[in-house]
C-alpha cells in the first residue's frame, strides 16, 4: 500500500492554530501555545509564519476562498425555495468551521484594516446572494416582496448568521454548540422570508417548520 506523504509543516500550523483558536478564541491562543500542540520549537514555527498575525491572515485567506464559493446563487435557472435554505446551510457551516473568526470579529477587525476590508466586501457579498435568490423566488412567483423588503430581508438574514453563535453562546455560555444550533439558526434566518412566501413555498416551509418548532 502507498504511505500518504507527510503533511508539511505550514499546514500543519495552520490547521492546528485554527482548531485551538475556534476552541479557545484567538486572543488566548499564543504563538508558544501553537508550538506545544505541535510539539516544534517556536523558531520553527516562525521559520514558517513570523508572527501569529500572519498566521491569522493566511487562515483568513482561507476563509475567503471557502466562503466566497458558497456565495453564488443559480446562473442557469430560476432559483427556488430549497436555493435558499441550501445557501443558509452551507453560509453556517462554514461560519462553524471559521467560528472564531466570529466570535471574536470586532478584536480582529479593530486592529487588522486588511481583515476588516475583506470581511466587508463579504457581507455586501452575502446580501447580495441571498437578494438575488429572493428575486428569484418573485420571478418564480413563489414569494412575493417589493425590492426594498427583499434587501431588507437579505440584511437581516445576514446580521442573524453572523451574529448566531454569539446569541447561541448567551442563551447558555455552558452549553457546547453543536451542529443542531447551526440548523436552528438557517431555520430562523429561513424564518424571516416565510411570511413573503406563497404557494409551493410556503407549504414547503411549514413541513420544514415541524422538525424545528416543538409544541
Given at each position: 500500500m502507498e504511505r500518504k506523504p507527510k503533511r508539511r509543516t505550514?499546514?500543519?500550523i495552520l490547521e492546528t492554530s485554527l482548531v485551538l483558536f475556534n476552541e479557545f478564541g484567538e486572543p488566548n491562543v499564543?504563538?508558544?501555545l501553537i508550538?506545544?500542540?505541535l510539539g516544534i520549537s517556536p523558531g520553527n514555527l516562525y521559520y514558517h509564519f513570523r508572527s501569529k498575525d500572519e498566521i491569522i491572515e493566511t487562515v483568513f485567506a482561507d476563509f475567503v476562498r471557502d466562503i466566497?464559493?458558497?456565495l453564488g446563487a443559480?446562473?442557469?435557472r430560476i432559483p427556488d425555495v430549497e436555493d435558499l435554505w441550501l445557501f443558509l446551510h452551507l453560509l453556517f457551516?462554514?461560519?462553524w468551521r471559521y467560528r472564531f473568526l466570529y466570535r471574536d470579529l470586532n478584536e480582529l477587525l479593530s486592529r487588522n484594516r486588511m481583515l476588516e476590508m475583506q470581511f466587508k466586501r463579504i457581507m455586501a457579498h452575502k446580501v447580495k446572494t441571498a437578494a438575488l435568490i429572493c428575486d428569484g423566488l418573485v420571478a418564480a412567483d413563489s414569494m412575493r416582496a417589493s425590492k426594498a423588503e427583499i434587501q431588507t430581508l437579505a440584511v437581516n438574514m445576514v446580521v442573524l448568521a453572523t451574529y448566531w453563535?454569539?446569541?447561541e453562546f448567551v442563551r447558555d455560555a455552558r452549553r457546547t454548540i453543536d451542529g443542531e444550533a447551526l440548523g436552528r439558526g438557517a431555520y430562523q434566518a429561513m424564518a424571516l422570508v416565510a411570511p413573503y412566501m406563497s404557494g409551493d413555498s410556503r407549504a414547503w416551509f411549514q413541513e420544514l417548520s415541524k422538525a424545528y418548532l416543538t409544541s
Open positions: 505550514r499546514e500543519r499564543t504563538t508558544q508550538s506545544d500542540e466566497d464559493a458558497t443559480p446562473e442557469l457551516e462554514n461560519i453563535l454569539s446569541f
